[in-house]
Nanobody, 126 residues
Framework: VQLQASGGGLVQDGGSLRLSCTASGRTSSQYTMGWFRQAPGKEREFVAAVRRNGSSTRYADSVKGRFSVSRDNAKNTVYLQMNSLNPEDTAVYYC????????????????????WGQGTQVTVSS
């Protein structure tokens, strides 16, 4: 499976961006895609995740109410709409992919994902 992430960029405090991640290759009819981010000097942390069938969506507490994840199953693409961005959101954002549906509680775990995209930089200026 190959993942192509895009949509990052530079935005001012309070602005918005939409990231996308498209999966190609040996994808099954059931998969889960997640967004993680890594700021300089910090561990990669969970942001949001969604199952292909929409039965479960998870968000990190730090982004609830500001970020939303959606999907276009026909395109094998997941989007991350990010609103009310602040400098603490500055990071490289990575999408992860796994065929199948991990249990809901593990959707936020890096170890649940088998494939990763190349990352896209999001910079929020104050």
């Amino acid at each position: 499976v190959q993942l192509q992430a895009s949509g990052g960029g530079l935005v001012q405090d309070g602005g918005s961006l939409r990231l996308s991640c498209t999966a190609s290759g040996r994808t099954s009819s059931q998969y889960t895609m997640g967004w993680f981010r890594q700021a300089p000097g910090k561990e990669r942390e969970f942001v949001a995740a969604v199952r292909r069938n929409g039965s479960s969506t998870r968000y990190a507490d730090s982004v609830k109410g500001r970020f939303s994840v959606s999907r276009d199953n026909a395109k094998n693409t997941v989007y991350l709409q990010m609103n009310s961005l602040n400098p603490e959101d500055t990071a490289v954002y990575y999408c992860g992919f796994v065929n199948g549906y991990p249990i809901t509680s593990s959707m936020s775990s890096r170890q649940s994902y088998e494939y990763w995209g190349q990352g896209t930089q999001v910079t929020v200026s104050s």
